[in-house]
């Protein structure tokens, strides 16, 4: 990530997974800044195994291991290569 002028950021962005991905993934996002007041971040945002939540009153609350709806982060999805079981 790089500051490109006082109201731009720039994330140049390359995911290798050779189990999942054909060939390396590319990005580049720009983000401009943000003037709104009382903007907030939503940290419930990625879903795979996010155990942080909006609340119904709008709150960030979090599941904690054993409570209903927790997602165990050691059984996130594979690819086809980390799938197979040993013969």
């Known amino acids: 990530m790089r500051k490109v002028d006082a109201n731009t950021m720039e994330d ?7 189990l999942s991905l054909v060939e390396p993934w590319h990005v580049v996002k720009r983000f401009a800044r943000v003037t709104t007041p009382n903007l907030r971040i939503n940290m419930w945002s990625c879903e795979e195994n996010n155990n942080v939540i909006k609340g119904a009153d709008g709150v960030t609350d979090f599941i904690l291991k054993g409570e209903t ?9 594979r690819g086809p290569e980390q799938a ?3 013969k």
């Open 12 to 18: 140049d962005i390359t995911v290798w997974d050779p």
């Open 69 to 77: 709806g927790y997602k165990d982060p050691n059984q996130l999805i």
């Open 84 to 86: 197979k079981t040993p």
